[in-house]
């Protein structure tokens, strides 16, 4: 079992910056790989950003490249959502999950409870 809470969400204005973080309880952080995914009110949640286990392999929605960065701290067992050059459409609760296996699918086996991130035109 592999427990998730994210923390770092809150308002800021276009154009601005929030790190998100997703601090990992439970079973070995390091063999998992860490999601990153979002939903907007209406809307189906959807990937945001993935890395393998060993940070060699990230992969990011074409929304965001460019402008968010997922990275891990295998020592603290947290992940990583930097996000810069915020857009209203980045409004959302982002969730991260941990799975075995790095995918960009909502297949993920454990969830954390989200955070909300809102940004405002």
């Known amino acids: 079992q592999v427990q998730l809470v994210e923390s770092g969400g809150g308002l800021v204005q276009a154009g601005g910056s929030l790190r998100l973080s997703c601090a990992a309880s439970?079973?070995?952080?390091?063999?998992?790989?860490m999601g990153w995914f979002r939903q907007a009110p209406g809307k189906e949640r959807e990937f945001v950003a993935a890395?393998?286990?060993?940070?060699?392999?990230?992969f990011y929605a074409d929304s965001v490249k460019g402008r968010f960065t997922i990275s891990r701290d295998n020592a603290k067992n947290t992940v990583y959502l930097q996000m810069n050059s915020l857009k209203p459409e980045d409004t959302a609760v982002y969730y991260c999950?941990?799975?075995?296996?790095?995918?960009?699918?909502?297949?993920?086996?454990?969830w954390g409870q989200g955070t909300q991130v809102t940004v405002s035109s």
């Open positions: 890395i393998s286990w060993h940070s060699g392999s990230t």
């Open positions: 999950a941990a799975d075995p296996r790095l995918r960009v699918g909502l297949d993920y086996n454990y």
């Open positions: 439970g079973r070995t952080f390091s063999s998992y790989a």
